[in-house]
């Protein structure tokens, strides 16, 4: 092994060669240059030292077998390279394609995670061999990132699988599986009980099999459950693009298309060819701008809010023993869940005992539905319901270590309930509020310790919901945040901090998401257009059904308070068009939303059904739909979130890019092929000097609330983008 080598060579008396993935300048193995340097010189030494070989051996000397292409190169990927990244893919799978066809038996010996790219190196081996670790996960996240496996992967999953396994078990969703589950699928041939029987186990199936080549090598192979012109398959096939776009409702999602095609295509044409258009696809996707800010978001961003946030290697980490949830409703219901299922002793307490059993009833019902799936025992789930104590007590929470509130957005009953338990808590005790817009600096004043009281913000349905939005007030110091961050990985949730504000970061972002959706109705815009309009953008929930899920008259008390603090700091509060819309649908048509059973939707037995048919009166329609721009409406939706972003950064709300970017898309619903707010301005075409140009055409045409602040303006002339430093090392 050269000094630049990241593959080294063993061989022993009995001919088998032992390529051990190891780059010496990272802890991870990736398809960097030095690798691709490397399984070059590898293989063209294997081929000229074929006859003194009986066998390859492929392992990794890191934790992880292989962790993928570098993300940093692949981000910096731009179309004027095309050409040589279309060669570079292709030198690559040429590598692969040498390796398998040597006419020597080739074993992938797994020690650990392969994904992306460690997966593809696998697939273009023989045989794989896996040690029975639940870290040793298999899959091809790509399509997360907006990518594609480039390397052989969906050409050799489809040869391996069949076309509709590979998509459904592999390649359209991204999902990682463990080895068991792997096995089963078919991608890998053998477990083995610990790292040390890998390459005896590798050296066995040697021996056993010299002549070893791939099935599709086979004259005669045919791919399993057939080629898009098989009958039988040809008759299913047109379902899956047409269940694609029902998923992605037009959004702008172009890797499940690519890998489709790629699929489909693939199936009809040889190898080699098929590889050639699994280049191209991948080419384009790499590329692309979607790419770009699914892999900033995904990978660089989501890595910065779970890191250490400048913390000290010496501050100690806070584990909560004994928590005490105060509210019982479906919030606090969801959070004692969430802690009992880390482990964590939890008193669930309300204002009457029959309230609190109401609450863990909560917890009941998913460990059920977790035993019904076969996610979960009878015996896990006894002991995780075992955890949660339904009170109506204060004294059952004597020495608990952490308090998570979650009553009524009242700040005098909020300061009731804490001060009705602190007296029992555990010296230094953390206080939390789960809060979604009162300010935490105000609430900390109904505690005796306002430096240890900060806000731990859930979104509903908390069990499913991945963010936290942790709230510093003005005496938060920086041990309770720490202790908070520890809290939020205890209960493996994705961490943003911001400071404090009425509605904070979230609250207040999709607030404006809301309005502008709402107010389109005053406008003339029929609600199906609406409708379809946030749902292309790409949003999880087209923004009226969201508004009822929200509750108008929540909107409407959220509005008044808004009012009453801008006016009582001396300001001049404008009301947004919007809420004309939520006024009239409460006072003409008592129309409040799903929970008053009648809003913008109708509602039977508690369950959507369809559009009000009343809003065509209510809210009458231009004359002539068609001339309604529907990218307009996308881009009021997706611009007036992000440029009320640049306000929370511009007033210290927010300080961290990584923050709001994940805060958005993990709380609430912005598009994921944005990346988020702020990388949706850099990704914006032009740039930040085109988001700034399209933001001045909405203010033209819709109100002085699209005019972009001075400071995106500067960013925009100064010809910088909104980005944390360092950048991180980035693997996938």
């Known amino acids: 092994m050269t000094e630049n080598s990241t593959i080294r060579w063993d061989q022993d008396d009995d001919g088998v060669v032992i390529l051990t993935l190891d780059d010496p300048n990272q802890s991870a193995n990736t398809m960097n240059a030095a690798y691709a340097a490397s399984m070059a010189a590898t293989v063209d030494r294997l081929e000229a030292e074929k006859d003194e070989i ?36 292709r030198d690559g799978k040429a590598l692969l394609r040498r390796l398998e066809t040597l006419g020597k038996p080739v074993v992938a010996a797994i020690n650990g995670a392969a994904l992306g790219g460690g997966l593809e190196i696998a697939l273009a081996t023989h045989h794989r061999v896996i040690v029975d670790d639940p870290k040793a996960q298999l899959g091809f996240p790509e399509v997360q990132l907006g990518l594609l496996p480039g390397a052989g992967g969906v050409t050799r999953s489809v040869r391996m699988l069949g076309i509709v396994n590979a998509l459904m078990q592999l390649l359209l969703q991204g999902q990682r599986v463990r080895p068991q589950q792997a096995k089963e699928i078919g991608i890998v041939d053998e477990i083995v009980p610990t790292r040390d029987d890998l390459v005896p186990a590798a050296r066995k199936w040697i021996a056993a099999n010299p002549e070893a080549t791939q099935p599709w090598d086979v004259k005669g192979y045919k791919i399993p459950g057939g080629t898009p012109s098989t009958p039988s398959l040809a008759q299913n096939l047109p379902a899956f693009p047409a269940n694609l776009r029902k998923q992605i409702k037009g959004a702008n999602y172009p890797a499940p298309h690519h890998i489709m095609a790629v699929a489909v295509e693939g199936a009809q044409v040889d190898f080699d060819t098929a590889s050639e258009i699994e280049g191209r696809y991948f080419v384009d996707l790499v590329t692309g701008q979607v790419a770009k800010n699914m892999i900033q978001a995904f990978f660089f961003d989501l890595q910065r809010v779970n890191g250490s946030r400048g913390r000290a290697e010496d501050v100690e980490t806070f584990e909560s023993k004994k928590a005490v949830v105060l509210g019982a409703g479906m919030m606090g219901a969801a959070i004692a869940y969430l802690a009992a299922r880390a482990g964590i002793e939890v008193v669930l307490k309300d204002v009457s005992l029959e309230a609190a059993e109401r609450g863990k009833g909560y917890s009941k019902a998913l460990v059920e539905k977790a035993i019904a799936k076969g996610r979960s025992t009878q015996e896990q789930a006894d002991e995780l319901l075992a ?69 731990l913000h859930f979104f509903s349905p908390a069990d499913k919901m991945p963010l936290l939005e942790i709230i510093r007030g003005e005496k938060t110091t920086d041990a309770t945040l720490y202790r908070a961050l520890d809290v939020a990985k205890q209960i493996k949730k994705t961490p943003i901090v911001v400071n404090d504000s009425r509605g904070f970061f979230t609250s207040r972002v999709i607030g404006t998401f809301i309005n502008e959706g709402v107010a389109m109705l005053l406008e003339g815009i029929p609600a199906p257009s609406i409708e379809q309009a946030s749902s292309q953008a790409g949003y999880p929930a087209p923004v009226l059904q969201l508004s009822d899920e929200l509750n108008l008259n929540l909107m409407r008390k959220i509005a008044a308070a808004t009012e009453q603090a801008i006016e009582a700091d001396g300001g001049a509060f404008t009301p947004h068009p919007a809420q004309t819309v939520v006024d009239r649908m409460l006072d003409e048509y008592g129309r409040g939303g799903k929970l008053a059973g009648a809003g913008f939707y109708d509602y039977e037995d508690g369950k959507r059904t369809r559009l009000w048919s009343g809003l065509k009166q209510a809210f009458p329609p231009v004359d002539d739909p068609s001339k309604i721009d529907l990218t307009d409406l996308e881009e009021r939706m997706l611009v007036i979130e992000a440029l009320e972003t640049v306000k929370c950064l511009d007033e210290g709300v927010i300080e961290s890019i990584a923050d709001a970017n994940i805060g958005s898309i993990m709380g609430i619903g912005f598009p994921g092929w944005t990346g988020g707010v702020l990388q949706y301005i850099n990704g914006y075409a032009g740039g930040p000097p085109g988001f700034v140009t399209r933001a001045r055409e909405l203010a033209e045409h819709y109100g002085e609330r699209f005019e972009p602040p001075v400071s995106l303006v500067q960013i925009a002339e100064r010809g910088e983008t909104y980005t944390d430093e360092p950048a991180l090392v980035a693997t996938a």
Not at 55 to 84: C, H, M, Y
Not at 412 to 417: C, G, P, T
């Open 54 to 89: 009986s066998g390859v051996i492929i392992t990794s000397a890191k934790k992880t077998f292989f962790a993928g292409g570098d993300l940093n190169d692949l981000r910096a990927a731009t179309p004027e390279q095309s050409e040589q990244i279309a060669g570079f893919v």
């Open 387 to 455: 955890r949660i104590t339904p009170t109506a007590t204060a004294a059952d929470a004597q020495g608990a270590d952490l308090v998570i509130e979650a009553v009524f957005e009242d700040p005098a009953v909020k300061a009731q309930v804490f001060a009705e338990i602190e007296p029992y808590l555990a010296p230094g005790a953390l206080l939390g509020s789960n809060t979604s817009t009162l300010p935490i600096t105000g609430l900390a004043e109904g505690v005796s310790r306002p430096d240890e009281f900060i806000g």
